[in-house]
């Protein structure tokens, strides 16, 4: 039997967290005066705290306190902390569970490799952290995407060659991440922006069991 390890990005992969993290940053820009856009939210994505609120007080022509800098970031995860408390399994995307299951059902080795930190609660919240075996978070790394790190890390601890690994990640750092760890990277989203991994699906509906096993027999 062949058994690879499929590796999980959890935001915009499994729960779309993403609407959480904009409305607390916009809350954080709002609260000292700075207009925040989703197009601008989208420069924020897979970017550090710190880098991030750099950028919104650029944006702003803002400058503040290193007291105020380090209670703002504080402040936006305590607000981001009280929209994930709220969420249940209603919130995991379509069809990520049947995907699960079937990689479960044929003793397959599922991680997940994600920057969060809060990647575990979440994953009790919406009733899934034990289908992993391994779970690679932001408390585990020191080398943000695209470094492969993350995703090497959750190879080691599945005892899986780099090459017999699959990753679903929705962030282009993320796909080149995957793809410097020579592992098979699945883009789920849109093909323009993620058009340098191996395969690219909408989401999860598009990708039938037939497609898993392929992955597998390989």
Not at 161 to 168: G, H, L, R, S
């Amino acid at each position: 039997m062949n058994k690879k390890g499929f590796i999980f990005d959890l935001d915009g992969v499994i729960v779309d967290t993403a609407k959480y993290h904009f409305l607390a940053w916009k809350n954080l820009a709002n609260s000292i005066g700075i207009d925040f856009t989703h197009e601008q939210n989208e420069q924020l994505k897979g970017v550090s705290r710190i880098k991030s609120l750099e950028k919104i007080l650029a944006w702003g022509n803002k400058t503040i306190s290193d007291t105020e800098f380090q209670q703002l970031m504080h402040d936006k995860n305590e607000d981001y902390l009280q929209y994930i408390n709220k969420m249940d399994a209603s919130e995991i995307l379509p069809d990520v569970s049947r995907v699960l299951d079937f990689l479960i059902e044929g003793n397959q080795a599922i991680a997940l490799g994600s920057a969060s930190k809060n990647a575990r609660p979440i994953l009790e919240k919406v009733d899934l952290l034990s289908k992993f075996e391994e779970i690679v978070d932001g408390n585990d790394v020191t080398k943000a995407k695209p470094d492969p790190e993350v995703f090497l890390i959750g190879a080691k601890l599945l005892n899986i060659n780099p090459e017999d690994c699959i990753v679903f990640e929705d962030s282009v750092a993320g796909i080149e991440a995957a793809n410097v760890a020579n592992m098979i990277s699945i883009g789920i989203g849109s093909k323009n922006v993620l058009g340098h991994a191996n395969h690219v699906f909408k989401d999860f509906t598009e990708i039938s069991n037939e497609f898993l096993q392929s992955l597998i027999d390989k």
